[in-house]
């Protein structure tokens, strides 16, 4: 089992920035890939900024520039700075991470933190 817990969310004017944390504990023996999501009011999850095993990472061109994924294996946590922010970012942010378990793809969600962005 995986356990996620998130902070960081909040209350920003736009332009402004805030910093996302994923704490991540349990069987994470094996991480093939953590990420960030969102989901809008409305909307459907997306993907925002993604991380794999061998530490390429990826974020979506809609915050290409903007946000950063990182991660931290000595504090077992995953970042997400955002700057610049947008009132079109506003939504719920949530960590995730895909596990091998004994040979088995398994993913872990966290239970999602919301970012307000006010124009």
């Known amino acids: 089992q995986v356990q996620l817990v998130e902070s960081g969310g909040g209350l920003v004017q736009a332009g402004g920035s805030l910093r996302l944390s994923c704490v991540f504990s349990?069987?994470?023996?094996?991480?093939?890939?953590m990420g960030w999501y969102r989901q809008a009011p409305g909307k459907q999850r997306e993907l925002v900024a993604k991380?794999?095993?061998?530490?390429?990472?990826d974020v979506v061109d809609s915050v290409k520039g903007r946000f950063t994924i990182s991660r931290d294996n000595a504090k077992n946590t995953l970042f997400l700075q955002m700057n610049s922010l947008k009132p079109e970012d506003t939504a719920v942010y949530y960590c995730n991470v895909e596990v091998w378990i004994t040979g088995w793809l398994n993913t872990y969600w966290g239970q999602g933190t919301q970012v307000t962005v006010s124009s």
């Open positions: 991380i794999v095993s061998g530490g390429m990472t």
């Open positions: 349990g069987s994470i023996f094996s991480i093939n890939a």
